[in-house]
């Protein structure tokens, strides 16, 4: 049980490490257009650090959002960022083709390897969006 106003940076039980999510370009607009608010995408953050999400491994998980009725893809870099990176309707499709998922992985690894400069740098070209600072972080039940 995760207690009320944790933060993201404590309910993985890290306090020492700040860990940031994120959301792309296209999944801010998917998301916008789902009527998926980040408070939700937040909370579904926490639970996927609490292990409650799909492995699908390479550091890509899948996770469900809006009562069951969209799917999200992560990716994670060693639990210190965590960036929605693809979304889906349930309706629309059952899952991810393999050859998508190999390039989900591709993408992992790739911010695995990226510095605290290169997020900036996307920040800044608006290529990614943080989520999960300040009150948005705190659990909403």
């Known amino acids: 049980m995760v207690a009320l106003g944790a ?5 993985a039980g890290f306090p020492q490490k ?3 999510a994120f959301k792309t370009a296209w999944f ?4 916008r257009k789902a009527h998926i608010a980040d408070e939700e995408l937040c909370s579904a953050i926490r639970q996927v650090m609490l292990g409650q999400a799909d492995d699908l491994g390479g550091g890509v998980f899948k996770k469900r959002l809006r009562k069951n009725q969209y799917r ?5 870099r060693a639990g210190r960022y965590w960036v929605y990176a693809y979304l889906f309707a349930k309706q629309d499709r059952a899952n991810i083709e393999d050859d998508e998922l190999r390039g989900f992985r591709a ?5 695995a ?3 605290d400069a290169d997020i900036a740098r996307e920040l800044h070209l608006k290529e990614i969006v943080e989520i999960c600072h300040g009150k948005e972080a705190e659990i909403q039940e």
Do not use: F, P
């Not at 933060?7 to 309910?11: D, G, L, R, S």
């Not at 801010?28 to 998301?31: S, Y």
């Not at 999200?72 to 994670?76: G, V």
């Open 7 to 11: 933060t993201i940076e404590n309910v």
């Open 113 to 115: 390897r990226k510095t």
């Open 18 to 20: 700040r860990e940031r």
């Open 107 to 111: 993408q992992a690894a790739l911010y």
């Open 72 to 76: 999200s893809l992560i990716i994670a």
């Open 28 to 31: 801010a607009k998917a998301a």
